[in-house]
């Protein structure tokens, strides 16, 4: 698993905001666009594409992208 | 004692009796007099829930409804029922784009084709007395409103609720009536899979303030309402369906 490819479909799960927003470095949860809907969708792709289950709990301490990424990789 | 609301003598199969409302249903049903056959998947929780049934004459048999043969065997082993409240079900929260083939199934599965199948199969072979009453818990999810990430939930409840209409038509003659319950959100373990999502500060919290009583439902609360359709209080009720909901749909949301 990539960090690329996780920030790929991390961005997949958005429609408005500009790719060019994300990266490693992305504080997801300041997106305009981040609300429950959105972290209900990043749940489910950590759950499709990485078969790895995660709270929402998880995703509130989780600031950055990276920092998801490396909370995926460490389950 | 005058009591409309009596079960006495009559004998109730409740499906998804292992816990949530099935359990409630179960354990409310007995302490009104009926006879009661618990199923349900486990083994061991359904042991327990026949620990709590008050008095005797209760009956116990393992089925995992998803399954026809253990369908038709728990059809086979049935007496002759005058009450069937069909509570077995599981909930998922799946968005519209993350929707495959497999979680269609497994939940249509559960929810909609077993008590379907297994309803018909009762009245095939004749296990359903002429006065019997049969329920069937649906929600006010697909029946009255939806909620993000339920449109599954939502489609297979939504499926009863047109089936219960039809067949309360096909056995009227036979003297079987057939209603629904629309239950609003009672927390049980069905959920637990969304409280692990959320948490129960966020989302519960704020579903919470949407029910004009001011809170979620017990199972008591959809046992009583099954309680009434079991009994002959109901006896000119078919059809017909239950809004056992706190006032949520009150509100239009």
């Known amino acids: 698993m990539e960090l690329n490819d996780f920030i790929k479909n991390f961005a997949g799960q958005f429609d408005e905001t500009p790719v060019e927003l994300f990266s490693s470095k992305t504080i997801f949860k300041e997106l305009e666009e981040w609300n429950s809907l959105t972290a209900l969708s990043i749940i489910a792709m950590i759950d499709e594409e990485y078969e790895k289950t995660i709270t929402g709990a998880n995703l509130r301490s989780s600031s950055t992208i990276e920092e998801l990424y490396s909370l995926v990789l460490s389950k | 004692m005058y009591n409309p609301f009596s079960l006495k003598g009559k004998t109730i199969l409740v499906t998804g009796a292992s816990s949530g409302l099935g359990q409630s249903i179960a354990i409310e049903a007995s302490k009104m007099g009926a006879s009661i056959i618990i199923t349900g998947r486990n083994h061991v929780h359904l042991q327990q829930t026949y620990n709590m049934l008050e008095g005797d004459n209760h009956q116990k048999i393992v089925a995992d409804l998803a399954n026809i043969d253990d369908i038709k065997l728990l059809v086979e082993q049935c007496p002759l029922l005058d ?171």
């Open chain 2, 83 to 253: 009450g069937c409240v069909n509570c077995a079900g599981i909930a998922k929260l799946i968005l519209i784009q993350f929707i495959k083939k497999e979680s269609v199934e497994d939940i249509f599965n559960i929810n909609t084709f077993a008590p379907i199948l297994l309803t018909s199969l009762l009245v095939k072979k004749k296990k359903i007395k002429h006065g019997a009453s049969i329920v069937f818990i649906s929600a006010v999810s697909g029946v009255y409103m939806s909620s993000v990430g339920e449109s599954l939930y939502s489609a297979t409840k939504g499926a009863l609720h047109g089936f219960v209409k039809g067949i309360a038509l096909d056995l009227a003659p036979k003297g079987i009536r057939v209603n629904s319950i629309t239950p609003g959100l009672v927390p049980t373990n069905i959920l637990n899979e969304a409280k692990e999502m959320f948490s129960e500060d966020d989302i519960f919290e704020r579903r919470k303030k949407q029910y004009p009583l001011g809170r979620f439902g017990n199972p008591e609360d959809i046992a009583f309402g099954s309680i009434y359709l079991l009994s002959d209080a109901s006896k000119w009720v078919t059809g017909s369906a239950l809004l056992i909901d706190g006032g949520l749909t009150l509100n239009g949301i």
